[in-house]
């Protein structure tokens, strides 16, 4: 079955610093998606890609779709505590299609 | 969690008993998903539905059936429950048409099976 291989599976940053966490697939996507889960809550769709090659920015957030269609990466700059959480990634063959979740790249920040 | 709402938040069976959580959403989705989440291993799709009348299988169904009411309602039932279906239970519904991807979460329904 698809997998996702999502990485680093942590990370320790101090703020301000810039993050980078990317997402490896077995088969082909044609849609990524990156969200972030808060502690006790639902995960949140922060970025949605549709073409190979696309980057989209939502404010300090950056994903790309890998050209081959089978990776995207995460970019998050000038990281604050509020970046503090878990992101997944996520990928979908079809938009009527199952949607599969990389295991997660936790972020913490130190002080 | 916009108008996606799952019932109940918490619940603990013993195993061997069923139980249907229920999920709802007000905002004229077309899919709705079922997902379980276990420390470490991510949100794994256990049963889908791409619209009203149809379901399909994700990645661990095994234990697990599921409803589309209609287009709002998508519920998950355990028919006999299992000490491994301990887990946290999200549902999340996804608008299909249009340029923009829409998709929200529930708050989460947190399973305990003795």
């Known amino acids: 079955g698809q997998q996702l291989n999502q990485s680093p599976q942590s990370m320790f940053i101090q703020e301000g610093e810039d993050v980078s966490m990317n997402c490896t697939s077995s088969?082909?996507?044609?849609?990524w998606l990156w969200y972030k889960q808060d502690p006790g809550e639902g995960p949140v769709l922060l970025i949605a890609?549709?073409?190979?090659?696309e980057l989209t920015s939502n404010g300090r957030l950056t994903a790309q779709f890998g050209i081959t269609r089978k990776d995207s990466f995460l970019n998050i700059s000038a990281s604050i505590p509020s970046d503090v959480g878990i992101y997944f990634c996520a990928g979908q063959e079809n938009r009527d299609d199952k949607i599969i979740f990389g295991k997660g790249t936790r972020l913490h920040i130190l002080p | 969690n916009a108008g996606v709402t799952q019932t109940p938040k918490f619940q603990v069976l013993k195993t061997g008993q069923s139980m249907t959580l229920q999920c709802a959403q007000d905002m004229n989705h077309n899919s709705m998903y079922w997902y379980r989440q276990d420390p470490g291993m991510g949100l794994r799709l256990i049963y889908y539905?791409?619209?009203?009348?149809?379901?399909d299988k994700g990645e661990v169904p095994n234990g697990y059936n599921v409803s589309r009411l209609n287009k709002r309602e998508f519920s998950l039932r355990l028919e006999s429950a299992a000490p491994s279906q301990t887990s946290v239970y999200f549902c999340a519904s996804n608008l299909l048409a249009g340029p923009s991807y829409e998709q929200y979460f529930g708050p989460g329904t947190r399973l305990t099976v003795t």
């Open positions: 088969s082909i996507f044609n849609t």
């Open positions: 539905s791409a619209s009203e009348g149809t379901t």
């Open positions: 890609l549709y073409k190979a090659g």
